[in-house]
C-alpha cells in the first residue's frame, strides 16, 4: 500500500472532487450500465397476457407474444440479456413440463430467438414450477432425490438449447447438476451453449413474491435440505468452486443485497464472470416503501444496484432493470 506524507501546511479536503455533479461523475469508481442488466420474464400460455402480479407492483406474467413485444422495449433501453420463468398449464410430480420440446420457456426461447437474434435468452433449469410438489428435483419417499434429478435437468437443458437458449441457468442446487448438464449439452451438439450456475443460492426468506408469481411454493416442507445455509459463507467458496470445475461459465451469489459480503469474498476468489440475482423480495419491499412515500424510488434502486457492482458483480439479474435502464439514459 502505498504510504503518503502530506506536509502540514496542505490540508486534505477529499470534498474538492464532490463540488459539482460533473466532477463527481468524472472520478466515480462503480458505474452503471444497461448492458450488464439481465431482466427476469414470467411466462405463461394464452395470447396478448399481460397479467400484473400483485407481490410485485410493475412485473407481469407475459404470454409469449407480449414477452416478444416487451423485448422490443428492453432492446432499445439497452438490456440485451433477458432470463426466463415458465409458468406451465399443467404439472405432474415428474415435472415433465419443463423438459417438453412445446414447453412454455422452449416456446419463448424460439420466439424471442426468431424476432431478436441477437438477444441473449438465458432459461431456469429447474422443476419447481412444474411439479405439483413445488420442490426443484424429484420427490422420492419424501425426498428430493439428488441425483434421479439430475438426468431430468439434464434433458430440460438441452430442450431449452435447442430452442433458442444462449444461456441455461441450473437454479435446483442439486450436487453435480452442472457436470449433468454440461454433459447433456455436449452429447446433444450445443456445446455453444453456456451455463450460469446458481452457485451460492442461499434458502432465503426473500424468494415469497417471486413463489407467488411463478406458483412455485413447495407444497410440503422447504428447501433448506438443497439451498444454502444463510450463516455461512466459506461454504459459499466451495460451491462455487465445484460448479466451476464442473463446466460454469457464470457463477452468481443469490440473494444480492442481504449478501454482499459473499458477492465481495466471491469476487476476490474467482476470475470467472460474477453474476448476482436481486430477487423478488428486495424488489417488492423498495416497491412497498416507495408507495408509503417513504423512499424516493429512483434514488434507492440506483443506489442499490450501485452496491451490487461494487460489491463485485459483473451481471445484475433485477426486476428494477428496466426501470434503472431508463434513468440511466442513452448509451
Not at 281 to 310: C, F, N, P, S
Request: negative net charge.
Amino acid at each position: 500500500m502505498l504510504q503518503v506524507t502530506r506536509h502540514p501546511d496542505r490540508a486534505v479536503r477529499l470534498r474538492r472532487l464532490r463540488r459539482t455533479d460533473t466532477m463527481r461523475e468524472l472520478v466515480r469508481e462503480t458505474r452503471l450500465h444497461p448492458h450488464q442488466f439481465v431482466y427476469p420474464m414470467f411466462v405463461r400460455g394464452g395470447r396478448h397476457v399481460r397479467e400484473p402480479i400483485p407481490s410485485m407492483p410493475g412485473q407481469f406474467r407475459f404470454s409469449v407474444d407480449e414477452a416478444v413485444a416487451d423485448a422490443d422495449a428492453l432492446r432499445g433501453l439497452g438490456i440485451n440479456a433477458v432470463l426466463l420463468f415458465g409458468l406451465p398449464d399443467a404439472k405432474d410430480p415428474a415435472g415433465s413440463g419443463a423438459y417438453a420440446d412445446d414447453g412454455i420457456v422452449q416456446q419463448a426461447a424460439r420466439a424471442l430467438r426468431a424476432e431478436h437474434p441477437d438477444l441473449i435468452v438465458m432459461t431456469d433449469v429447474c422443476l419447481c414450477e412444474y411439479t405439483t410438489h413445488g420442490h426443484c428435483g424429484l420427490v422420492r419417499d419424501g425426498e428430493v432425490d439428488n441425483d434421479a434429478t439430475l438426468e431430468v435437468l439434464g434433458r430440460t437443458a438441452v430442450t431449452q438449447a435447442v430452442a433458442g437458449a444462449d444461456v441455461v441457468a441450473p437454479s435446483a442446487m442439486m450436487d453435480g447438476q452442472v457436470a449433468a448438464i454440461r454433459r447433456a449439452l455436449d452429447e446433444a451438439g450445443c456445446q455453444h451453449v453456456a451455463i450460469m450456475g446458481y452457485s451460492a443460492k442461499y434458502a432465503s426468506a426473500f424468494y415469497g413474491p417471486f413463489r407467488d408469481a411463478a406458483g412455485s411454493a413447495p407444497q410440503f416442507g422447504d428447501r433448506r435440505g438443497y439451498q444454502m445455509n444463510p450463516p455461512n459463507a466459506r461454504e459459499a467458496e466451495r460451491e462455487v468452486a465445484q460448479d466451476l470445475s464442473e463446466g460454469a461459465d457464470i457463477v452468481m451469489v443469490k440473494p444480492a443485497l442481504p449478501y454482499l459480503d459473499v458477492l465481495h469474498r466471491i469476487r476476490h476468489a474467482v476470475t470467472a464472470p460474477l453474476a448476482a440475482y436481486n430477487v423478488s423480495g428486495e424488489y417488492a419491499m423498495v416497491k412497498a416503501a416507495v408507495q408509503q412515500g417513504w423512499l424516493d424510488e429512483r434514488r434507492t434502486v440506483l443506489e442499490l444496484l450501485t452496491a451490487i457492482a461494487r460489491a463485485g458483480a459483473d451481471l445484475i439479474i433485477s426486476y428494477h432493470a428496466r426501470d434503472a435502464a431508463t434513468w440511466l439514459g442513452p448509451r
